[in-house]
């Protein structure tokens, strides 16, 4: 053998890098937290059978993909945008109000409506949806980037837009009848059994993650939101990165709005207020996904395939206390403490990587 071929050092096993990267207090809560889940998903009756986690992922969806919109914001630095909620009620008026426009009823003399009519329907009524949460997520952007608190701006905003969406649909429901061309995507199959929206969620997360690595925007993503001042100097004002990551935000609070409406071919501005999953609140559902996925609250470290993760870990548990008769109180209790502990633990890593530094 040359002299060249020397052996490099074998790299340290897991356990081995865990000891040295984390404290024995993070160990021990993350260690007891997973231990507690094990047990009970082992010890919860149906729980894992392939119906069941194809339940998990599908109850994920929604909130996983306003959860990784909601991620840009937070990695840039800007906090959280707390009209999540508001800005899919005004979107899912907006598309409920288009879907049962006349042009809805084209079609043959014999009444069912033609294919082509079905599919121009759902085009138009989705892209006017995602161009009104474009505005809606440019005009918040553009005050927090030009100083603007994003709690205060986003809670103003929040007013706003649900405001109008209950004058905009008088705040009654807003139904359009079957068949419509959202239904592929709100109860479709096109991959076996495994839902269309689940399919959508699982295909965001891959390229949301391949936009945060393997771009140019992505990396400016995490320079603004890890160094404010960093990104000032290689000319990557906040101004135009607020704007560009609360549009990002909007569009996929929107498009969970039409994929929630074209499963109950209908519309209210309440459908995201109460009792929509655990937490019965959507905003606080989505940020507790992107807090429990290991996000940085202050911006720079985190991924959407933390996120992703986040929302499967949540619905897991969530599912799990379901089938074990546990009620919406106990249940947003959990989601509470799960944000709680997420807060602890992320704090402990953070402060014990300074240390070490």
Not at 8 to 29: E, F, G, K, T
Not at 186 to 212: H, K, M, Q, R, W
């Amino acid at each position: 053998m040359s002299d060249t071929a020397a052996v490099s050092p074998s790299a340290p096993n897991l356990i081995q890098r865990i000891r040295r990267d984390y404290s024995p207090l993070v160990i021990v809560m993350v260690s007891l937290f997973l231990t507690v889940l094990l047990a009970g998903a082992v010890f919860t009756d149906d729980f894992l059978t392939w119906f069941n986690v194809k339940t998990i992922i599908r109850d994920a969806a929604l909130v996983g993909i306003m959860a990784i919109g909601l991620t840009f914001v937070t990695l840039s630095g800007n906090f959280f945008l707390l009209s999540m909620k508001e800005i899919a009620a005004l979107s899912i008026i907006c598309f409920a109000t288009l879907m049962g426009a006349e042009w809805n009823q084209w079609g043959p003399a014999d009444g069912d409506p033609a294919t082509s009519a079905l599919v121009a329907t759902f085009l138009i009524a989705f892209l006017v949806t995602m161009v009104i949460a474009s505005i809606a997520g440019a005009v918040q952007g553009a005050l927090i980037g030009l100083g603007g608190n994003p709690i205060v701006v986003t809670l103003g905003a929040a007013g706003l837009f649900f405001g109008i969406g209950s004058w905009w649909s008088d705040n009654l429901v807003v139904s359009y009848r079957r068949p419509h061309g959202a239904e592929w995507l709100g109860t479709g199959s096109f991959i076996g059994d495994i839902p269309n929206i689940t399919v959508a969620f699982i295909l965001i997360a891959i390229v949301a993650e391949l936009v945060l690595r393997y771009t140019t925007f992505g990396r400016q993503v995490y320079l603004v939101g890890a160094n404010r001042a960093a990104g000032r100097a290689t000319g990557h004002e906040n101004f135009g990165m607020a704007i560009k990551c609360c549009i990002i935000a909007s569009v996929c609070a929107a498009f969970v709005a039409v994929a929630f409406s074209g499963q109950v071919s209908s519309a209210h501005v309440n459908y995201f207020s109460s009792e929509f999953g655990s937490s019965g609140d959507m905003t606080i559902m989505v940020i507790a996904i992107v807090m429990v996925g290991g996000n940085s609250i202050m911006g720079g470290y985190g991924s959407t395939l933390r996120t992703s993760l986040g929302a499967i870990f949540i619905s897991t548990v969530d599912n799990m206390m379901v089938l074990n008769g546990f009620n919406s109180g106990a249940r947003v209790l959990a989601v509470g403490l799960m944000i709680v502990f997420s807060i602890i633990v992320f704090a402990l890593v953070r402060r014990g990587s300074r240390a070490v530094e």
